[in-house]
T-cell receptor, first 115, second 114 residues
């Protein structure tokens, strides 16, 4: 089956530093990858959609200069939280799409804690 | 724009009794609908999905859901709850014409009492 991994699974950082989260499709090529954020006891909110080789499309209210997304290959997308602050602490989940109908697979998530 | 509404933020049942988690959708076209489960500190697991085939969809772990266009509903059911079913459940609608853009409901927390 299709597997999506995320690294790291959890990270703790100091306020003001930047953190990079990787999302990889392990056994398929992902034409599109999605990044979601989930605050405690809340639902997943789509942050951005990225297609390989092009700029990401951000949802309204998501700062593109703060959440940098790079989708350099068909198997890897990265999310960099720049100048992280405690309010950025959240569970970040990526998903990868194979390109067919309803073929989106989710990663296990990365828990970010900003001190 | 498409969206889903999960009508109950929390459902509590006794072990061995039926489970009903309610979801209504809004979409201007025939949607794809999903139910995902998330156990504490774990990733999302797909329970089942509806993609315009049979309206009664059977999923894993004894769950099933019925797509009712007239009621714009996609409720999740299970005949007999198990302790291991305690988790957060998300109803999701997907736009197959827009990069499979998925929109999540607010979630329903299922508690199973012994």
């Amino acid at each position: 089956g299709a597997v999506v991994s995320q690294h790291p699974s959890w990270v703790i950082c100091k306020s003001g530093t930047s953190v990079k989260i990787e999302c990889r499709s392990l056994d398929f090529q992902a034409t599109t990858m999605f990044w979601y954020r989930q605050f405690p006891k809340q639902s997943l909110m789509l942050m951005a959609t990225s297609n390989e080789g092009s700029k990401a499309t951000y949802e309204q209210g998501v700062e593109k200069d703060k959440f940098l997304i790079n989708h350099a290959s068909l198997t890897l997308s990265t999310l960099t939280v720049t100048s992280a602050h405690p309010e950025d602490s959240s569970f970040y989940i990526c998903s990868a799409d194979m390109g067919g109908p309803d073929t989106q697979y989710f990663g296990p998530g990365t828990r970010l804690t900003v001190l | 724009a498409q969206s889903v509404t999960q009508l109950d933020s929390h459902v509590s049942v006794s072990e061995g009794t039926p489970v009903l988690l309610r979801c209504n959708y809004s979409s201007s076209y025939s949607p794809s609908l999903f139910w995902y489960v998330q156990h504490p500190n774990k990733g999302l697991q797909l329970l089942l999905k509806y993609t315009s085939a049979a309206t009664l969809v059977k999923g894993i772990n004894g769950f099933e859901a019925e797509f009712k266009k007239s009621e714009t509903s996609f409720h999740l059911t299970k005949p007999s709850a198990h302790m291991s079913d305690a988790a957060e459940y998300f109803c999701v609608v997907s736009d197959p014409y827009n990069n499979n853009d998925m929109r999540f409901g607010a979630g329903t927390r299922l508690t199973v009492k012994p």
